[in-house]
């Protein structure tokens, strides 16, 4: 094999509490993480020594600033081959939005590697290296629905949902995690979010109920700097979503419908022309871990 083409999922977050402050300046989570059917397309091809990067999104780094090169770098050490691969990403995950965009190319960058250089590696080392080249990057190695604490690298896999319709709104406004964070240490405004309570309504496959707590902690943090999240908010529920939520640190909101036909509708009347809209859908974990 020397070339190899795999999607890299988005995921959006349907439940993030913040628990605290750990000592080496990560927050200790609790989430709920779904990938979604918005994906890159991550290109592999053997050459002989080195990575590059391209991509055909002119804002995304192409040497040691992407973290798909950093994967690629830690895998090819690691296994001590004699190689190098030159890496394409199709970018349509929009960038620092919350959805995971940069882990998940990584997480792909792993799983291509491993496949592409026919690597004697475990599963085990492989999670390993997902979980230090950042907190994100271990979900999106399996995919599907899980509960995610820790740093968020820590996973346990929940079954599927039943297919949610979902329309993406992502403003253009630049969001930084890190700073998002050092926000939320200083305003100290938690939410209520019974993540234990919405674990266990998944596990025990009961329909959900979107006003049973699904929340985000880092909502009203990332809303104080940007009018644009409940802006964006007001607008999906006057549209008719029955629920929206910012995924991650944002500034992307999500919004919830019945139907496909219903989230294309809105998409083709979205009021604000800035924004970057997408209708998507839930994908199983079947899907996303053969990906
Ligand atoms: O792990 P990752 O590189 O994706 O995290 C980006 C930034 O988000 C970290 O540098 C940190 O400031 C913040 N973060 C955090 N606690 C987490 C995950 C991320 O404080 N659990």
């Known amino acids: 094999m020397e070339e190899i083409v795999l999607p890299a999922p988005a995921k959006i977050n349907l439940a993030l509490k913040v628990k605290g402050l750990r000592a080496d300046g990560y927050h200790e989570l609790e989430m709920i993480m779904q990938t979604i059917g918005l994906h890159d397309r991550v290109h592999l091809k053997k050459i002989a020594g080195g990575i590059r990067v391209v991509s055909s999104h002119p804002g995304l ?72 080249l950042g907190s994100d990057v271990s979900f999106c190695l399996k995919g599907g629905t899980s509960y995610a604490y820790g740093r968020g690298e820590q996973l346990e896999q929940l079954p599927d949902l039943n297919k949610i319709h979902i329309i993406l709104i992502t403003p253009p406004v630049e969001v930084s995690t890190a700073f998002i964070y050092r926000e939320y240490d200083r305003l100290k405004n938690g939410l209520e979010i019974p993540v234990s309570r919405l674990v266990e309504i998944i596990k025990q496959g009961k329909e959900i109920n979107w006003q049973e707590g699904w929340a985000n902690d880092l909502e009203p943090v990332t809303a104080r700097l940007f009018n644009d999240i409940y802006e964006i908010k007001g607008i999906l529920k006057e549209m008719g979503v029955k629920f929206s939520l910012m995924t991650g640190s944002g500034p992307t909101i999500f919004g919830i419908l019945d139907k496909g036909e219903e989230a294309l509708f809105i998409k083709d009347n979205w009021p604000r022309k800035e924004d970057f809209v997408f209708v998507t859908s839930t994908v199983k974990q079947e899907f996303s871990e053969l990906w």
């Open 61 to 132: 780094p192409e040497g040691s600033g992407n973290l798909a090169y950093r994967a690629a770098e830690f895998i090819l050490e690691q296994s001590g081959i004699d190689g190098g691969v030159e890496i394409f990403i199709e970018k349509n995950i929009p960038l620092a939005a919350g959805l995971a965009g940069g882990s998940t190319d990584a997480a792909a960058v792993l799983k291509g590697i491993s496949k592409l250089y026919q690597l004697k590696i475990s599963d085990e080392v492989i999670r390993e290296m997902a979980s230090k």
